[in-house]
Each structure stands twice: as C-alpha cells, then as structure tokens.
C-alpha cells in the first residue's frame, strides 16, 4: 500500500517552461487537493477535486491547471512557469477525515 | 471562504515543559478541526482532531480544545520531547470537502 505517490521529487525548471506533477493514491479516496507551501505561508490549496472527471479552483489558482481523468490521478499543470511558482508542492487525498499527503516535490524556477 | 490564524509562529520549549498553540477560524459553519505535524523535509501527518460537537480531545501528551462560540481551537502538548520539535499546522474545514490551514508553528525542544 503505497498510499500518496508524488511524481518527480525535484526538477528545475527554467521560466517559461511547461511541466505536469502527478499524484497518484491507491486508497481509493474521492477528494484530491494540490498544496503549495511557502516558507511563513503554511499550505495554501490551488486546486481540488471531489471526484473522478471534477476539478475546482482553489485560494491560489493562478498560473496553474489541473485534471482529474481517473479517481486515482490528480495531475498539476504549469503552462509557461515563473520564479514565483518556486516552492514545494503538496498532493492530498481523503475520503473520511484524515488527508494523507504525498511527499512533496520540490520546483524550482530560474 | 475560511480564514485560520495560528500562534505564535515560532515556540520554544524546554524538554519536559508543556507547549501550547492557538488558532481562530472565521467561519461558524466549519466543523473539522485536525493538526499535522511536519518533521524537516517531510510530509505532513495527522496527529490528532476534533469536530464541532466535542470540546476536547486527548491522546497520550496531545490534547485539543476547542471553543465554539468563540471559534477558536488549541493544541496542547505536554512534557515536551526533543522529539516533538517539528511544524505544526492547525487547519479547520468548512463546506464539505476543503480543509483551510494556518501558516504554522516551528516548535523547537531543547534538551
């Protein structure tokens, strides 16, 4: 049971530059949430999802864009990136109360 | 939407003291309340919750309290351990499936 599987765990990328972070869970859980955290700004939520085929936006949506094509994938997108989308993010999942989170992935943009 | 304010954000213990740390949430209507805790460079766990009909909780050194009416909750940590040092996020959930975090609490234990 692997739980929360966060997909890559660091990459670089240079501004302007697309990329695609996947969560995957195994738990079979409806809800899936994408964190960013910054240093002094706890974990701040960007998009979710309640269910297979739903996405919504969250308190920092900008910039980024989300699927939600299987109920055990929740894919974050970065069209063209900026430096200020640096941070770590954070997938989540839950279907009772806990949120189980991934291990992170660390994004850096020069 | 919600809006969580924690304190302090950072506190310093000595070990085997007690620490205490503080959130206020803006909306009545929510009524979940968990803490994670987050070691250095790892993801965040839940250490414990609470939900509106309870006013506190315990388990071992950790406790919770919430205050309804005044909508404000607590985490309670007793004879602190070196171990216990860590980020801790209070969070609340209004509506029906997302949670709103604070900005967190460093707590460090010294030996």
């Known amino acids: 049971n692997a739980g929360v599987t966060q997909t890559p765990k660091f990459r670089v990328l240079k501004t302007g530059q697309s990329m695609t972070l996947l969560c995957a869970q195994d738990?079979?859980?409806?809800?899936m949430y994408w964190y960013r955290q910054d240093p002094g700004m706890g974990l701040r939520l960007i998009h979710y999802?309640?269910?297979?085929?739903?996405?919504a936006k969250g308190e920092v949506p900008d910039g980024y864009n989300v699927s939600r094509l299987k109920k055990q994938n929740f894919l974050l997108g970065l069209e063209s990136a900026a430096p200020s989308q640096t941070s770590v993010y954070f997938c989540a999942s839950r279907t009772g109360a806990e949120a189980f989170f991934g291990q992170g992935t660390r994004l850096t943009v020069v | 939407g919600e809006n969580v304010e924690q304190h302090p954000s950072t506190l310093s213990v000595q070990e085997g003291d007690s620490a205490v740390i503080k959130c206020t949430y803006s909306d009545s209507a929510s009524n979940y309340f968990p803490w994670y805790k987050q070691e250095l460079g790892k993801r965040p766990q839940l250490i414990i919750d609470?939900?509106?009909?309870?006013g506190e909780k315990k388990d071992q050194r950790i406790a919770v309290t919430l205050n309804k009416t005044a909508k404000h909750f607590s985490l309670h940590i007793t004879e602190t351990q070196p171990e216990d040092s860590a980020v801790y996020f209070c969070a609340a959930q209004s509506g029906y499936s997302t949670l709103t975090f604070g900005k967190g609490t460093m707590l460090l234990v010294s030996p």
């Open positions: 609470i939900r509106s009909n309870v």
């Open positions: 999802s309640v269910g297979e085929g739903t996405t």
């Open positions: 738990m079979n859980h409806e809800y």
